[in-house]
């Protein structure tokens, strides 16, 4: 990046968005290239240079350098990074190769080479060789924090299709393949763990052959970057291989199978949880089988098995209490940590978290993660995936006019963007609060209407019921009804009265949400 003024250095108080621009060009390099440890980025500001080192922990500054006094930093800093560093010196996984046939600048996503020790039993087995290609199905949507990607892939001794997964663990969370472990007989409707690895290592650049484990600190310690980390910030690199490959929720080809592959997982929910409160049920972690193989194949679901959860990333343990489990004390933001000093917890993606969660967390208190926060949240998956259907299809959308579109889209912002916890739940209820006075008004409802597609719409109702009876439930807990600005009998007493939150709300269980979904699938039945 160049600056034209000498002042516009990354250090300089006066010039805020120079390392604003160099922390987004590192993030688009890792989104990019996900299996990547860190990138390097250079910024020349007038007379000046400064290379900072950008991982997942946070950002590194060189000394700033006057390369017209010292020209041989400019050329050592040019012929370094463009010829001398190899792919694993400018922040490549070791045990990751591009394939054979691929190059790094390459116009479409390169397959890569991913080399995974462990299997689900004794965590120890001879290196696998996996084959990740296309773009990854999901990655990180900050710099920051885990670092997660998910790739499809082709395990390729028997030649068979997987996902493989990679993440940073922080050092006081438990390994995501605990959790698969647990499942003795899992249901087809969660996604089957085969081979993992808990701790990724990578070889010393010493010549003895020397393996560490991919951590923060050891990358930097072997690149010499002198930076402390933050408590708890040392992520460890882990891999888990799973199957089968799924579709994300909003590629349904009818509305049909979207149902059918919810009600697999809530059902699956159901049976395999063993007191496991996953935490985490987003559209990045909720799956439709995946018809269509490689080969050009079409094959059938098995009984069950028409959706799937995978990611127990930041799954716990229900307490002996059967609802209820602690949490922790960190806010994970869009898979990003900051550190919350005054100890609520807030563990998951934000924008799909129960109203109650986003309400107590953004008012500093503690709030007990139970059963219900997670289907909720299941809640929100789903009308985000209808939501992205409508929005990134628009041919299986006909007739719905522009102004219905752009509502769409706006609709979809307020209630998926936000800049505060705080932000998100406001905007949740103002919607909320205008879909219980008049349904008819809201732009996605509009735009099954005019498509005349009264399945998705259908649908799209049973989720709003739902969510407006959680965020009611949520209201009338934290109203004092005893508790008036107003005069006792007044007119507006009686109308502040009347707009309280009143029982009974939904009860929002697996079973009672497995029964609206096969009364959603009977409706169905009756219509063209």
């Known amino acids: ?55 997942r922990s946070g950002v590194v500054l060189s000394e700033e350098y006057d390369y017209v006094e010292r020209p041989s930093i400019l050329i050592q800093m040019i012929a370094r990074l463009c010829w001398e560093l190899t792919p694993a010196e400018l922040g490549q996984d070791t045990s990751v190769s591009i394939a054979p046939g691929n190059h790094f600048y390459d116009l479409a996503y390169s397959s890569l080479d991913v080399t995974v020790s462990g299997d689900l039993e004794t965590g120890n087995s001879p290196p696998q060789v996996f084959r990740c290609s296309g773009p990854p199905i999901s990655v990180s949507s900050s710099i920051w924090g885990r670092g997660s990607s998910t790739f ?100 349904y080809e009818t509305i049909e199978e979207l149902v059918m592959g919810l009600r697999a997982i809530v059902q699956g929910k159901y049976q395999q949880t063993k007191r496991i409160l996953h935490r985490d049920l987003t559209p990045g972690n909720l799956y439709l089988f995946r018809r269509l193989l490689q080969d050009g194949t079409l094959q059938l679901p098995p009984e069950g098995g028409e959706g799937f959860i995978a990611d127990f990333d930041i799954a716990t343990h229900l307490s002996k209490n059967p609802e209820y489990s602690q949490v922790e004390k960190t806010i994970e933001y869009l898979d990003t ?5 005054a100890g609520p917890a807030l563990l998951g993606t934000v924008p799909f978290m129960a109203s109650e969660v986003l309400g107590e967390v ?61 932000h998100i739940l406001d905007r949740r209820q103002s ?30 109702e049973m989720m709003w019921e739902i969510l407006g009876s959680e965020l009611d439930r949520y209201q009338a807990g934290r109203i004092d009804p005893a508790k008036s600005p107003f005069p006792p009998g007044s007119v507006t007493e009686r109308h502040r009265r009347r707009s309280l939150p009143h029982a009974p709300f939904i009860q929002l269980t697996h079973e009672s949400l497995l029964e609206r979904l096969d009364d959603i699938l009977t409706d169905f039945g009756g219509m063209s």
């Open 1 to 55: 990046m160049v600056k034209a003024s000498s002042q516009a250095g990354p250090r300089s108080a006066d010039v805020d968005d120079t390392l604003t621009q160099m922390t987004e060009y590192a993030h688009n390099i890792l989104r990019t290239r996900p299996l990547q440890h860190f990138a390097i980025g250079t910024v020349i500001f007038g007379s000046k240079l400064c290379m900072g080192y950008f991982d």
């Open 337 to 341: 940590e900051v550190k919350n000093e």
């Open 152 to 251: 499809r892939a082709t395990d390729l001794s028997p030649n068979r299709p997987c996902v493989v997964k990679s993440a940073g663990r922080r050092p006081d969370r438990e390994v995501e393949t605990k959790f698969y472990k647990m499942l003795d007989d899992p249901p087809p409707s969660v996604a089957q763990c085969f081979r993992l690895e808990d701790n990724v290592l990578l070889t010393r650049p010493n010549g003895k052959g020397t393996r560490m484990s991919v951590t923060f600190a050891n990358t930097r310690k072997l690149k010499r970057v002198p930076a402390p980390l933050f408590p708890n910030n040392n992520r460890a690199l882990y891999r888990v291989c799973i199957t089968p490959v799924g579709r994300p929720l909003w590629r």
């Open 362 to 422: 953004s008012k500093g208190r503690r709030v007990a993660r139970i059963v219900r926060h997670d289907l909720e949240s299941l809640c929100w998956t789903v009308v985000y995936s209808l939501f992205v259907k409508a929005r990134s299809h628009k041919s299986a959308f006909q007739g719905v006019s522009e102004t219905t579109r752009k509502a769409v889209d706006d609709e979809f912002s307020a209630l998926f963007s936000g800049t505060s916890l705080k």
């Open 431 to 460: 919607f909320l609060q205008t879909r219980a006075a008049d349904s008819s008004v809201l732009a996605l409802s509009q735009l099954f209407w005019e498509a005349h597609q009264p399945k998705p719409r259908l649908l799209l």
